[in-house]
């Protein structure tokens, strides 16, 4: 069965440019999450989606950063007007809604902002 | 401020003794725990939970263990592997809230053989 993907696995992007990261969720799964990790940080929260609402997006760091999910699987997080600070890896994970609240994540997509 | 915080960076064991990890919280909403192990270059892989009405989740070589009242838990593993060489992430949900986990920045275990 496959896992979360997500693409691209890296991305180096000059600052000022919009730069598109797309994920593909578990089959069937309904809860999806967007998270990054700093050098030497835990995972940050960004957004949640259940079904193609978002219901928590309180973890985007600014207007710069927005996120959407169309036929509740495949989810395009973009961030535009890129700034070196978006350096990170932008890790997707997906969930069935159930009691045990464990998220399958992806391998991640690094960004590089020059 | 950190909700969830895992205080050492780094452990090393040898490879067959026991690996304890820790955790500390201070939010008192948290209702479900979870450890994740993540290799490099890769996403972080689900490894086991609690709910915060146990005070202890076992499977396999793995147990975890809360204690609501000091707002600690730990993973111990037992025995441990080279294999398990990897970051450990700790990760808490809140009642009532969204789904979001929050993450402790994580304890890199080195098992060395």
């Known amino acids: 069965g496959a896992g979360v993907s997500q693409s691209p696995s890296n991305k180096v992007t000059e600052k000022g440019k919009d730069v598109e990261l797309r994920c593909d969720p578990i089959?069937?799964?309904?809860?999806l999450y967007w998270y990054r990790q700093s050098l030497g940080q835990g995972l940050e929260f960004l957004i949640y989606?259940?079904?193609?609402?978002?219901?928590?997006k309180s973890g985007l760091p600014s207007d710069r950063f927005s996120a959407e999910r169309t036929g509740g699987s495949v989810s395009t997080l973009t961030i535009q007007r890129t700034q070196q600070e978006d350096s990170a890896v932008y890790l997707c994970?997906?969930?069935?809604?159930?009691?045990?609240?464990?998220?399958?994540f992806g391998p991640g997509t690094r960004l590089t902002v020059t | 401020d950190q909700q969830v915080k895992q205080n050492s960076p780094s452990l090393s064991v040898q490879e067959g003794r026991i690996s304890i990890l820790n955790c500390d919280y201070t939010?008192?909403?948290?209702?479900?725990f979870l450890w994740y192990k993540k290799y490099p270059a890769e996403g972080p892989t689900f490894l086991i939970s609690?709910?915060?009405?146990?005070d202890k989740n076992e499977d396999g070589r793995f147990t975890v263990f809360l204690n609501k009242s000091a707002k600690h838990l730990s993973l111990h593993i037992v025995p441990s592997q080279p294999g398990d060489s990897a970051v450990y992430f700790c990760?808490?949900?809140?009642?009532?809230?969204?789904?979001?986990?929050?993450f402790g920045k994580g304890t890199k275990l080195t098992v060395n053989p």
């Open positions: 990760a808490a949900r809140k009642k009532g809230g969204s789904e979001k986990l929050v």
């Open positions: 994970a997906s969930s069935f809604r159930d009691i045990t609240h464990e998220q399958y």
């Open positions: 989606f259940q079904g193609n609402s978002a219901p928590d």
């Open positions: 609690i709910s915060s009405i146990k």
């Open positions: 939010n008192s909403m948290f209702d479900y």
């Open positions: 089959s069937g799964h309904t809860a």
